[in-house]
């Protein structure tokens, strides 16, 4: 089946200590993204990739980074910079930046 | 001004009522509009896609967009207790490379 696997369900971070959340995709899409989802904030764009080993600033990129080294795979990294992580955060992709987004199940990140 | 403002509710409805469900929108660029439907600890999704004024009917849903009000709404029509949930509105700017901007969400709860 197609769509959108996001690892793993839930994670717990230490204080200090950088973690990495999964998302690929086999739908064969250009554009992924990263959001940011809080009890009464909608979804907050974290980072966004159009293409390849490319990708931009969202609205909330301050304490994480992103890489795009396989068109498939788009990892999220939530630095110790971050100093508030815990939140639900769901990864989508779309054929390109002008068609619906598609969702993966999401990650739900808590603070030991 | 929010570029994207929905009422978060909650909706409460009986079975088989008609649930109205509505954004506004400030910018006239946008140009895509989408309707998810996110339940709980899971991933938004798509429900609806149109790119301009009118109707666009599926099943027991209608999107409604109406750009000269910068208006759009979701119709369902004999809601289910399995409509039970939230939905989130989404727009699309006609600029290329941009990223779906998000309404904070409707939470709406059919009872039976």
């Known amino acids: 089946d197609g769509g959108i696997t996001q690892s793993p369900k839930y994670l717990f971070r230490k204080e200090g200590q950088n973690v990495t959340l999964s998302c690929e995709q086999n739908l064969n899409h250009d554009a992924m993204y990263w959001y940011r989802q809080d009890p009464g904030q909608g979804l907050r764009l974290i980072y966004y990739s159009q293409i390849v080993n490319d990708f931009q600033k969202g609205d909330i990129a301050e304490g994480y980074s992103v890489s795009r080294e396989k068109k498939e795979s788009f990892p999220l990294t939530v630095t110790s910079a971050q100093k508030n992580p815990t939140a639900f955060y769901l990864c989508a992709s779309s054929q390109d930046s002008n068609q619906p987004q598609h969702f993966g199940d999401g990650t739900r990140l808590s603070i030991l | 001004q929010k570029e994207v403002e929905q009422d978060p509710g909650p909706l409460s409805v009986p079975e088989g009522a008609i649930v109205s469900l509505n954004c506004t929108y400030s910018?006239?660029?946008?140009?895509?509009f989408m309707w998810y439907r996110q339940y709980s600890r899971k991933g938004p999704e798509l429900l609806m896609y149109?790119?301009?004024?009118g109707n666009k009917e599926d099943g027991r849903f209608t999107a409604q967009v109406d750009k000269s009000s910068k208006y759009i709404s979701l119709f369902i029509r004999d809601s289910q207790p399995s409509d039970s949930a939230t939905y989130l509105c989404?727009?699309?700017?006609?600029?290329?490379?941009?990223?779906?901007?998000f309404g904070k969400g409707t939470t709406l709860s059919v009872s039976s």
């Open positions: 910018n006239s660029a946008f140009q895509y």
């Open positions: 989404a727009v699309l700017p006609r600029q290329a490379g941009t990223a779906l901007i």
């Open positions: 149109t790119y301009s004024s």
